[in-house]
């Protein structure tokens, strides 16, 4: 999370949708973004609780189109368990995020949310801005506090596989994990190569 008392708003780094890059862009001089540590001390990052006095900031969050958020996370799962040579299907570990949604909420695995669960505790409202990576350029552009172009300092690319392909029943099973996403970011329950 960064907080910019100067400007008065907060970045949510929801997990897999851009967040190191924002970080660090909201972190630059010119927003004077202080980074705040997460409360839980398993975490290395992602803190989900906005201080006191910054409780009325404009909130700016990030977001991702759903497939492509679970297919970083499938990526990133299988390199955090170093268990690529196993190879966990995409099927099994979309059950287990799903069965184990409600012990996620206050676990250090509050990245297996989906974007919806993930920022329940902030309250979003229809006056904070929402960054689809897809289009972060143009949408960080349209907030009232950055003026001139936009460089993204992007920091770690994402190297998921473009060939990845879903099978019909491991998209119904994204489409019920991330239900609320589509409609609430207004993404397509449509996977696009």
């Given at each position: 999370?960064?907080?910019?008392?100067?400007?008065?708003?907060?970045?949510?780094?929801?997990?897999?949708t851009?967040?190191?890059?924002?970080?660090?862009?909201?972190?630059q001089?010119?927003?004077?973004?202080?980074?705040?540590?997460?409360?839980?001390?398993?975490h290395k990052?992602?803190?989900?609780?906005?201080?006191?006095?910054?409780?009325?900031?404009?909130?700016?969050?990030?977001?991702?189109?759903?497939?492509?958020?679970?297919?970083?996370?499938?990526y990133?799962?299988l390199?955090?368990?170093?268990?690529?040579?196993?190879?966990?299907?995409?099927?099994?570990?979309?059950?287990?995020?799903?069965?184990?949604?409600?012990?996620?909420?206050?676990?250090?695995?509050?990245?297996?949310?989906?974007?919806?669960?993930y920022l329940?505790?902030?309250?979003?409202?229809?006056?904070?801005?929402?960054?689809?990576?897809?289009?972060?350029?143009?949408?960080?552009?349209r907030?009232?506090?950055?003026?001139?172009?936009?460089?993204?300092?992007?920091?770690?690319?994402s190297?998921?596989d473009?060939?990845?392909?879903?099978?019909?029943?491991?998209?119904?099973?994204?489409?019920?994990?991330a239900?609320?996403?589509?409609?609430?970011?207004?993404?397509?329950?449509?996977?696009?190569?």
């Amino acid at each position: 999370m960064i907080i910019s008392d100067k400007y008065q708003f907060v970045y949510i780094d929801v997990p897999k949708t851009g967040s190191t890059t924002f970080d660090q862009f909201f972190s630059q001089k010119k927003f004077a973004g202080k980074t705040v540590p997460p409360e839980n001390p398993n975490h290395k990052k992602h803190c989900r609780k906005i201080p006191t006095h910054a409780g009325n900031y404009t909130k700016v969050i990030s977001v991702r189109n759903p497939y492509r958020r679970l297919q970083s996370l499938y990526y990133y799962h299988l390199h955090r368990l170093a268990c690529k040579a196993t190879k966990v299907s995409v099927d099994d570990f979309l059950h287990k995020i799903i069965k184990e949604k409600d012990e996620y909420q206050n676990s250090e695995f509050t990245m297996y949310l989906s974007m919806s669960e993930y920022l329940k505790p902030f309250e979003i409202t229809t006056s904070d801005y929402v960054i689809k990576l897809e289009n972060a350029k143009s949408d960080i552009a349209r907030l009232p506090f950055v003026n001139g172009p936009v460089e993204l300092p992007w920091r770690n690319a994402s190297d998921v596989d473009a060939s990845f392909e879903l099978l019909p029943e491991t998209i119904q099973k994204i489409n019920h994990w991330a239900k609320d996403d589509f409609s609430q970011f207004g993404y397509s329950k449509t996977v696009r190569k």
